[in-house]
């Protein structure tokens, strides 16, 4: 073989081995629930028909459990027990810590898991702020304070944090619509909505958008869902 072929041999071998290895993923866990040995975990995804599709599996063993693999790209996906949901992951190059336990439950160790579970703990201490404002009013009134000064309280306390969730869902999702985690977050939203509506969050985050989030089968779906029921109830 003569050596410029050679070479360019070689320099094809380099690129593909590093094609191959740039999405090399692993998922290294804790369970501290000793009732969860021998259970079965899955890393699923939700494709287009919406349906779950496992892209790995592993069993809990002594509290501890491992999967490896190799991933197209980077996808926003769902560790399942068995059929139950358990938290959400981002799967993209690198090692992720799961750790499940009694009082923490996250994942770190990549920067899209730790972005995603950042802003799911400042989520979580508004949520618990609110729930302490209304321990607060029953306090107050059980110690004797006026009722209707108690409820004011409440209701200009909570209209701060209520401010503050919207700005932190906002900013997050369009701070990041170049990766998986805007449509990902959006999704755990909607999730968690009664029914879906645009809310006055969803518009801003809509007037931002790039046609790729738009476009996306998920917010799609909801967006023309949300409408629907937006003019119901306008009629």
Known sequence: MEHGVMNKYLLLSLVLLLLT????YKIEGSASDAGLDGRMLYVKVLNADKVWHSIDSCEVIHGEFSM??????????????????????????????????????KVDGTPLNEKLYDFLHKQSELENKVQELFHKESQMILNGENPDEAHEMVNREGKKLSDEMSKLVVDFITGNFDNVLSVGVFALIASNMPYPVVTPEIQQIMD?????????FLVKEFMSVAQENMERMNE
Do not use: R
Request: glycine share 6%; proline share 4%.
């Open 21 to 24: 290895s740039c999405n090399k």
């Open 68 to 105: 490896k693999g190799e991933a197209d790209s980077t996808m926003m996906a769902t560790l399942f027990m068995d059929n139950m949901a358990i938290l959400p992951l981002v799967v993209e190059k690198g090692t992720m810590k799961v750790t499940m336990s009694g009082t923490e439950t």
């Open 208 to 216: 931002k958008a790039p046609a790729s989030f738009k476009e996306h």
